[in-house]
């Protein structure tokens, strides 16, 4: 299975009306053989080959997308999308119709075309069966569909999904079957989400690991090109490449939420009250205290103890400067903080 991107268009009547009656000089007499394996739900799409009817009401649902994006009627902006999955005999043999559609609505799931309009229509006149998946690079929140290293990933989707099938590899795919791009796409299909759930597999980081866990646990554990035998299972290596780099991922995250954490709390410690303020209330705090004392003692008429003029702090220092008298304290605190942050 190969992904393929076609250049972008202008025109989605043109690239529709080709799908179902092949190039302009053949009209008539070419049969593509074209059928409709998916689409999205705001699309309208022809109910056969004959319909032109539908298939204009397609174009124009397509077009009416367009039109919404800020940028329309200027020349230099293509909002036609197409994306190419072709597959070799073998590669058909394997999958059934079922499949087929299966693996298409994965392939745009993976691509981010569930966020626009799209219609997949697969041909078999020719060798090697294909499904054209044309898009509207309009999308549904009238953003264009972004196009960075849109080849590369399309690619790295192709192998993935040859991966997760079990399809056939050419030689330049098997050199990147085991990069990031593909690790990553696999690490969020439901076959390794439910896979990294084995409770043997959920904290493991690479294989080496897991062989000292199937050790210290008496699991038998053997390795066979690219096959794994854990126990009484057995696992393809590049599946478990794809447990292990979701697991690897997951304690990052993990570990990218504490240091927020504690980052966050450190600047809440940071913004407390300053010490000169705090040291200004605990002395007005002791005065209302005194005060209170003062009160509840000529209330009750207590003569025992001679009473005695109270001093008023917070009179007698109206002029003086908590800041300058405390403000030290408060700054060695922030410059400690500011320290312990850069380590």
Not at 90 to 104: A, M, N, P, R, V
Not at 264 to 289: D, G, H, V, W
Request: glycine share 4%.
């Amino acid at each position: 299975m190969v992904g393929v991107v076609s250049e972008k268009g202008k025109s989605f009547e043109g690239l529709i009306n080709y799908l179902f009656e092949g190039r302009l000089k053949d009209r008539g007499s070419a049969n593509k053989r074209p059928e409709i394996v998916g689409h999205a739900e705001n699309l309208r799409v022809p109910f056969g080959i004959e319909d032109k009817v539908g298939r204009n009401r397609l174009i124009s649902d397509l077009i009416n997308q367009a039109k919404l994006h800020r940028n329309y009627g200027d020349y230099s902006t293509k909002y036609v999308g197409e994306h190419i999955l072709s597959f070799t005999e073998e590669d058909i043999k394997k999958l059934g119709k079922d499949q087929i559609k299966e693996l298409c609505e994965q392939y745009v799931k993976d691509a981010g075309l569930d966020k626009t309009q799209y219609v997949a229509i697969s041909h078999a006149d020719t060798e090697n069966y294909h499904i054209h998946v044309i898009f509207n690079r309009c999308q549904n929140d009238k953003t264009l569909y972004p196009d960075w290293k849109e080849k590369a990933k399309t690619a790295e989707r192709a192998i993935a999904l040859a991966l997760k099938y079990d399809l056939g590899l050419t030689d330049k795919q098997e050199q990147m079957a085991d990069s990031k791009g593909v690790l990553e796409i696999r690490a969020n299909h439901r076959d390794i989400i439910d896979l990294a759930k084995n409770p043997v597999l959920n904290s493991i980081r690479n294989i080496k690991h897991l062989e000292k866990i199937c050790e210290a646990q008496n699991i038998p554990f053997s390795l066979k090109r690219d096959k794994l035998n854990v126990g009484n299972k057995t696992f393809k290596k590049r599946d478990l490449e794809a447990v292990f780099f979701r697991n690897r991922q997951m304690s990052k995250e993990e570990r990218d939420n504490r240091k927020a954490n504690e980052y966050s709390s450190q600047k809440r410690k940071i913004k407390q009250k300053p010490a000169y303020t705090l040291k200004k209330e605990k002395i007005k705090r002791k005065a209302e205290e005194q005060q209170n004392q003062e009160k509840c003692n000529i209330d009750l008429n207590i003569p025992d103890e001679p009473l005695q003029s109270i001093p008023q702090p917070l009179e007698e220092n109206l002029e003086f400067n908590y800041k300058k008298a405390y403000g030290k304290s408060d700054k060695e605190e922030k410059m400690y903080y500011k320290r312990r942050k850069r380590r």
